[in-house]
């Protein structure tokens, strides 16, 4: 089984199903990541090094990086975006495909599931199934449901290794994990974690909102 992860900011694609990966990843699948932008360079001088060491540690793909300017998406035709995706899900192939929540605070989010739900419309041309969308601290919440309130109806069990390979992927953003009680921070994605494994009876989960389930 193949996997996609499609992502705006190195660091989105831990943050939001960095456990998920390591599990699935552990459990024989390939899981690839599309990253749309490199961040900003000022704060992320090694940003592909960094990416590569959190994938290392999930059990992933060497993430492909493009360079589309960070929280400047808008500035970008939808075309151009939506076309980076689908070259991304031709040349992988993936079966599921995980992206940002659309009613995100962060703008690039929204249009990176935008670009996304274009990308992996169910056409004979392609063979995703599924299409998920991920919850992002410190971004999904901080929309305070103005944009789209994220109410998960799939929850994939943590505990244990993956949070472990999730909060240590995460370590690798140096400039990206931060100090609590931000939510970004190593505390806060356990309690993250925690609550939403609380939430399905689980010691702790990573949370998705079902887009889209063709069973063929």
């Given at each position: 089984?193949?996997?996609?992860i499609?992502?705006?900011?190195?660091?989105?694609?831990?943050?939001?199903?960095?456990?998920?990966?390591?599990?699935?990843?552990?459990?024989?699948?390939?899981?690839a990541?599309?990253?749309?932008?490199?961040?900003?360079?000022?704060?992320?001088?090694?940003?592909?090094?960094q990416?590569d060491?959190?994938?290392?540690?999930?059990?992933?793909?060497?993430?492909r990086?493009?360079?589309?300017?960070?929280?400047?998406?808008?500035?970008?035709?939808?075309?151009?975006i939506?076309?980076?995706?689908?070259?991304?899900?031709v040349?992988?192939?993936?079966?599921?495909?995980?992206?940002?929540?659309?009613?995100?605070?962060?703008?690039?989010?929204?249009?990176v599931?935008?670009?996304?739900?274009?990308?992996t419309?169910?056409?004979?041309?392609?063979?995703?199934r599924?299409?998920?969308?991920?919850?992002?601290?410190?971004?999904t919440?901080?929309?305070f449901?103005?944009?789209?309130?994220f109410?998960p109806?799939?929850?994939?069990?943590i505990?244990?290794?993956?949070?472990d390979?999730?909060r240590?992927?995460?370590?690798q953003?140096?400039?990206?994990?931060?100090?609590f009680p931000?939510?970004?921070?190593?505390?806060a994605?356990?309690?993250?974690?925690?609550?939403?494994?609380?939430?399905?009876?689980?010691?702790?989960?990573e949370?998705?909102?079902?887009?889209?389930?063709?069973?063929a």
């Amino acid at each position: 089984m193949t996997i996609l992860i499609v992502a705006a900011h190195p660091d989105d694609e831990v943050l939001g199903c960095g456990g998920t990966i390591a599990k699935l990843a552990s459990q024989g699948a390939e899981v690839a990541t599309l990253i749309m932008t490199n961040g900003e360079p000022s704060r992320n001088e090694n940003i592909q090094l960094q990416a590569d060491n959190a994938s290392d540690i999930l059990g992933s793909l060497s993430p492909r990086i493009l360079d589309f300017p960070d929280q400047r998406l808008d500035c970008v035709p939808m075309q151009e975006i939506a076309a980076a995706v689908t070259n991304a899900v031709v040349d992988y192939e993936p079966e599921i495909v995980y992206t940002h929540f659309p009613g995100d605070l962060n703008k690039d989010h929204r249009l990176v599931f935008e670009a996304t739900a274009i990308a992996t419309r169910p056409t004979s041309r392609h063979r995703v199934r599924k299409l998920y969308s991920y919850h992002i601290p410190s971004s999904t919440e901080w929309a305070f449901g103005q944009l789209g309130t994220f109410t998960p109806n799939v929850f994939v069990g943590i505990a244990g290794k993956p949070l472990d390979a999730k909060r240590q992927a995460m370590s690798q953003y140096t400039k990206e994990a931060m100090e609590f009680p931000h939510p970004r921070s190593p505390e806060a994605l356990f309690a993250i974690a925690s609550s939403w494994g609380s939430v399905a009876g689980l010691l702790a989960a990573e949370a998705f909102v079902l887009v889209r389930d063709i069973d063929a």
